[in-house]
């Protein structure tokens, strides 16, 4: 009797052996735009290879379940597996094929085609989703708004929702503004503006962006029982093509600008920094503007990084020479959008005096004849009396004893005082260091001024280990 279970299992379990396959269906083979499909693959066999799906007709997976049944025909049992993937067609397609491992056998499912209707705006009109800009005709470069907008009717109720922006792929996001919103009565409209710019030349299509909103709805249970239930549906805006056109030779920047240049001082003392500011303004793109920094003979130049906000762009430059110079005027060519023309603007030449100035050429000392005539004479003199020339020679010894002793002391003073100077003017420091940043603790300490004087921060530098540099490299 014990035995008699275990075989009725048996002779049960038996026959689910007999019925190895995979079939599909979806729950539905015609949707709108916005509405989701189910494919169900029903497996039965003992063991099967689940597929590795992650996405059907050309669209991400939204979800995956598994369920297994039970099921029996005039006495004969079948077991299934049921996988179920849900996803959102989002044009008319074909799902492939799928083929499973089931005991040893690849089976295959038939292809379903999925038919996908446009919406019909106005019988779903509660929830409206679209994009529009303000040309259709630019060029490479040239800024432009996309303006998208959600309407949603005022009486209608989202418990949820979720926003997927358009593919911006091709074009500069040079900013976005925040949502605003207005209420005509009827509608509910959020707008936001992204302000682009195209990157490439041709017909770029901007894809439509997509709106999921969960409502609530109501669905029955397996006992035949209404249930509420969340109901999710997206929404699609259309897409916007756009003609864009290339910029003439030897232009890159597209628009209207002006450009300045402001200095902080036109008379320096040597080796003292001159700081120059460029500010350009416009509408255009000022993302493709380079740095501003010229090459001027004998003047070391250390340029900032340029600074973009909205419509200004400024960069900030030290210029630090040891004789007077003239900085050049600043230019900037650009494609003007209203004449089509190339248009250039530019600042003017900036002229620096350096006081104090080392001379530009060396000092040549000259002998004139008379006073050739008057040594010529007093040696004649000195050579007939040789105790004069004993008392001289001692005397011009001990002279020249104590003007060395003296112009030692004196410059040993100019060293501190110019080495304290240095420690007092950071930029003065900055470039006498520069040619010894090969060594690893004078890159450090440029480091920490560069950090300094453009940075606007505020390191201690280490006084004695600054001294030792000093005196290591004879820096006055």
């Not at 302000?195 to 029955?220: C, D, F, H, W, Y």
């Not at 209207?256 to 240049?261: E, G, L, P, Q, R």
Request: aromatic residues 8%.
């Amino acid at each position: 009797m014990k035995n008699l279970g275990k075989i009725a299992l048996f002779l049960l379990l038996v026959p689910y052996a007999l019925f190895g396959g995979v079939t599909a269906t979806v729950d539905s083979k015609s949707v709108e735009l916005g509405n989701t499909v189910t494919l169900s693959l029903d497996i039965t066999g003992d063991n099967a290879t689940r597929p590795n799906l992650n996405t059907l007709c050309g669209s991400d997976i939204i979800s995956a379940n598994t369920s297994t049944s039970i099921q029996g025909v005039n006495g004969v049992y079948k077991k299934s597996i049921i996988l179920s993937y849900k996803f959102l067609p989002q044009k008319s397609c074909e799902i492939e094929a799928v083929n499973i491992d089931i005991d040893g056998k690849i089976e295959s499912t038939e292809p379903i085609k999925i038919e996908v209707k446009p919406v019909d705006r106005a019988k779903d009109s509660d929830f409206v989703l679209s994009l529009e800009s303000n040309k259709k005709e630019i060029f490479v470069g040239e800024p432009f708004d996309l303006t998208l907008l959600f309407r949603q009717k005022r009486n209608t109720e989202a418990v949820d929702s979720k926003f997927s922006p358009p593919d911006l792929k091709g074009f500069w996001v040079k900013g976005e503004s925040k949502p605003t919103r207005e209420d005509d009565g009827e509608y509910i409209t959020t707008k936001v503006i992204y302000t682009m710019s195209p990157q490439r030349e041709g017909n770029l299509k901007i894809s439509g962006a997509q709106m999921s909103v969960a409502s609530r709805s109501n669905s029955r249970d397996s006992w035949g029982s209404w249930i509420p239930a969340i109901k999710w549906k997206s929404y699609f805006s259309n897409e916007v093509e756009l003609n864009v056109k290339p910029l003439p030779v030897g232009v890159s920047l597209v628009g209207k600008f002006t450009i300045s240049a402001t200095v902080d001082k036109s008379e320096i003392n040597a080796n003292e920094a001159v700081n120059v500011t460029v500010e350009v303004q416009g509408d255009g793109n000022l993302e493709d503007i380079k740095t501003f920094k010229p090459n001027i003979d004998k003047v070391s130049i250390f340029d900032e990084k340029i600074v973009i906000e909205k419509s200004k762009l400024s960069q900030k430059m030290a210029f630090v020479s040891d004789e007077d110079f003239v900085i050049p005027p600043f230019e900037l060519k650009y494609f003007d959008t209203l004449t089509k023309e190339i248009q250039s603007v530019s600042t003017k030449e900036i002229h620096v005096k350096v006081k104090n100035a080392k001379p530009k050429e060396e000092l040549l000392i000259k002998r004139d004849e008379n006073a050739k005539a008057v040594q010529t004479e007093n040696s004649a003199n000195i050579s007939i009396n040789e105790i004069s020339i004993y008392w001289v020679v001692l005397g011009f010894i001990v002279g020249l004893a104590c003007g060395v002793l003296i112009a030692m002391l004196k410059l040993w003073k100019m060293i501190g005082k110019k080495r304290s100077s240095s420690l007092n003017e950071p930029r003065t420091l900055l470039v006498k260091l520069m040619p010894y940043k090969h060594d690893a603790e004078v890159q450090n300490l440029i480091e920490i001024l560069e950090k300094n004087i453009y940075q606007k921060e505020n390191i201690k530098i280490d006084t004695k280990n600054l001294k030792e540099i000093l005196k290591r490299y004879e820096i006055v």
